[in-house]
């Protein structure tokens, strides 16, 4: 299928919040980037919502967790049948799909022969029929499914290719290298989102495939769930208009970059995810964007100067990398400065903006920490992490965070994070936690 023609893109708009002022021999510049994209495409979802010339071609691939565990218990496999059945009627019509059972090998379910198949009402029916024939049995080797979905996305000329895979149990039957090489050979290729149903699977493994392809991941603890979830996926996929975006940070001489990471929706760290894009400049990978906006914190090291002079400590652009080496430019940036003051007041105020990250990013970090620390029997460490969580959460307005933590520990005092570890904790909740520990409040502006 031919891109359509004119598909309508949404406009970027960047915004910085910041405390631009130093004090004197300051050298450390903070500043959250908003980056909104407004006023692409408003088709409908679902079937036959597509209209050429206003929506980017597409081509998802969803892998489906065949392993022998998928029939423990056997309703488990049932549902996931049923999810992906849902995700399918979920396509756009013209969408290139394919539907891939994961074991220890993969295997093409639909439509076979290493192609795709574009959406339409026959090809879903077919596809829904071929699911019925799914059954558990084998291991689980996902590096293998990855590599046959970046095969069969890359065989259709569309501009976004999405995969989304399920899982129920540890990734047993390939080494973690052998994943790791499969990752870094699929990244920049397609986006993922991973899912994990049930409470056999790992966290880190599913978190981490959902992180390298700048795709979501969650847990789906019951598999009656898994129908709802998929087709909330392919909805959000199937709003995606812009594929590969990048955050192009150029900052002058003498400065450096010491991180760049999301902060919201989720924290994500993509400071070591730098690509070289000419002089003093580089790209950070966002993935696809619809309607939608997100927030980056930057940190940059400017050398020190004098009281009364001031800088443009970094430039953020938002690019599309071209495979010939140059990029589109979206049109939208924003710039951080850094002024050096001897007014006391203005050099040690906070931005607002980058108090509020900086919390919900310790606020991550301190969770994982703390579930790791209960796992191996550190109580006391656990229960310090753990309640500095509580405190964070509390003071951020991550309400939802807050009600996860409340399964895992007894909160005496939110306020100064005194709490208890709980001697009993549902294995679901306590990966509920650790699975969505990293999604953030927005600042109040």
Known sequence: MANFAKPDVPRFSVD???????????????AIVTVTATGGGTIGKGPG??????RPSAAVALMVDCSGSMDYPPTKMRHARDATAAAVETLRDGTHFAVIGGTHVATEVYPGGGRLAVAGPATREEAKRALRR?????GT???????????????????????ILLTDGRNEHESPDDLRAALDACAGRFTCDARGVGTDWEVKEVTGIASALLGTADIVADPAGLAADFTRMMETAMDKEVADVALRVWTPVGTAIRFVKQVAPAVADLTGRRTEAGPRAGDYPTGSWGDESRDYHLCVEVPPAGLGREMLAARVS????QPDGTAQNLGAQGLVRAVWTDDMTASTAISPQVAHYTGQAELAQVIKQGLDLRKVGDFDGA??????AVQLASASGNADTAKLLAKVVDVVDAATGTVRLKTRVAEADEMTLETRSTKTVRVKK
């Open 16 to 30: 910085v919040y910041q405390n631009e002022y130093l004090p004197e021999g300051g050298r450390e510049v903070n």
């Open 141 to 163: 080797a996902i590096g293998t499914w990855l590599r046959l979905a970046d095969r069969l996305l890359a065989s259709a000329d569309v501009t976004l290719r999405h995969g």
């Open 134 to 138: 799914l059954s558990a049995g084998g």
């Open 383 to 388: 229960t310090a992490k753990l309640g500095r």
């Open 49 to 54: 919502a597509a209209v050429p010339g206003r």
């Open 318 to 321: 938002l690019v599309v990398p």
